[in-house]
């Protein structure tokens, strides 16, 4: 089963706008992100949880999506993700602002996971400056945006293509829209 959702979890970049996402439903990704592992415990992270229009549209406008794919902007228009959580480290936590970076796509990833196993989806936006989604959410100084987390009803087709070593990486699309994603395989990665 969990390996069905690994395969499930994908990067949407397309969503169903007419399905909201609630506020408890954000509580229940951050709440399973909270038993993430963290480096010596430390827990530094905080969730800025934004689910009504306002917020989004506060914060859509400032990430980066699919650099991969420059001639096209995506999210295409009315197929935005209907929430967003801003993960963000507690300075006054601890201030060190490297450590911790492993620890944050840990609690991204348990956030996608929960998101697949309710059929909604989502994606990891690293593409944004901390700077400019602090002033937008007004957030206080102790507050350092480190990785945004779109979620969403995906309504978007994606394929995992099997590749072989040398292949090309590189994410693409067809001309009906559908995102393949290369993804090496196992007996290529196990050393
Ligand atoms: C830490 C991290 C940051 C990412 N940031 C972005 C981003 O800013 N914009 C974007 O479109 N995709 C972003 N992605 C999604 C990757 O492009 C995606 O994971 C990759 O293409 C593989 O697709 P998959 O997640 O469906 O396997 C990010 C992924 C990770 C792990």
Redesign the pocket.
């Known amino acids: 089963m969990l390996k069905d959702l690994a395969k499930k979890?994908?990067?949407y970049?397309g969503y169903d706008e007419s399905r909201k996402i609630t506020r408890e439903e954000l509580l229940e990704f951050v709440d399973c992100a909270r038993y993430a592992p963290s480096s010596v415990n430390g827990q530094p992270f905080q969730y800025v949880l934004a689910y009504e229009p306002e917020m989004l549209q506060k914060i859509q406008p400032l990430?980066?999506?699919?650099?991969?794919l420059p001639e096209l902007c995506?999210p295409f228009p009315g197929k935005c993700p209907t929430a967003f959580i801003v993960i963000v480290q507690n300075t006054d936590w601890d201030a060190d602002l490297k450590r911790y970076l492993k620890d944050v796509?840990i609690v991204?990833q348990t956030m996608l996971l929960a998101a697949a196993e309710k059929d909604l989806g989502g994606?990891?936006?690293?593409?944004?400056s901390p700077e400019k989604i602090a002033e937008a959410l007004e957030l206080p100084e102790n507050l350092v945006p480190m990785?945004i987390v779109a979620f969403g009803k995906p309504d978007e087709q994606?394929v995992?293509k099997e590749i072989d070593e040398g292949e090309s990486i590189r994410?693409y699309r067809d001309a009906n829209n559908v995102h393949y994603?290369p993804?090496r395989k196992l007996k290529d990665i196990v050393v």
């Open positions: 979890s994908r990067s970049r990430t980066g999506w699919a650099r991969a995506l796509g991204a994606i990891m936006i690293g593409n944004f990785l994606i995992i994410y994603v993804k």
